[in-house]
């Protein structure tokens, strides 16, 4: 019987939906505020970073993607919650259209720093790291409503204290106890 459930967990272990490349971090992982700060010290190193798409342009033999950078989690997905890093820019050969990477979608990004360029934004020029990229993830949208239960109806029948968020918490009888004698 033991036998008969290692099969199961292989087969669970490979049904992994990301790449290598996004799911893994690079062994010398070159932070965004690093790469920012002196890009001449990282030529060529392997990043992995992420954000929100803020535009794609696409050229005659590249789509250059501007992205608004955030932290990303264990799994290689941009942070939301957390403060953005700054702005960077993904070059790749790949056509990349522009209706299926809209912007504020979320993605990752797996490549080597090709330097930097001078990107005009609004009347302001700044220099952006550039990523070439091996690897682009397009995380879906995570479109469920949070909710928590029936508000404390049951079914339309009234309370039902089984689906209320402090079930299972504190005393279960809440009249005078019993004495045992």
């Known amino acids: 019987m033991k036998w008969s459930i290692y099969p199961l967990f292989l087969l669970l272990a490979a049904c ?6 996004i799911e893994d ?24 970073w992420g954000g929100v798409v803020i535009n794609v342009e696409n050229e ?3 789509s250059v993607v501007q992205v608004l950078s955030y932290p990303l989690n264990h799994y290689g997905k941009p942070r939301l ?9 993904v070059r790749t050969p790949e056509f990349l259209d522009p ?28 220099r952006l790291p550039v990523v070439s990229a091996n690897v682009i993830h397009l995380w879906p949208v995570d ?15 009234g309370y039902n204290p089984y689906f ?6 504190g005393p279960r009888y ?6 045992w004698r």
């Open 174 to 179: 809440s009249g005078p106890y019993p004495r």
């Open 143 to 157: 479109d469920r409503k949070e909710c928590y239960g029936n508000g404390g109806f049951a079914f339309g029948f």
């Open 60 to 62: 005659q033999s590249a």
């Open 81 to 89: 919650d957390k403060p953005s890093e700054g702005r960077f820019v």
């Open 25 to 48: 971090a690079p062994l010398v992982d070159v932070t965004y505020p690093q790469a920012n700060k002196a890009i001449a010290n990282f030529p060529s190193a392997p990043v992995r």
């Open 99 to 126: 209706a299926e990477y809209a912007a504020n979608s979320e993605i990752t990004v797996a490549g080597v720093l090709k330097g930097d360029e001078a990107r005009l934004i609004g009347k302001k020029e700044l």
């Open 16 to 21: 992994s939906s990301l790449p290598p490349a």
């Open 164 to 169: 209320s968020p402090f079930y299972g918490y």
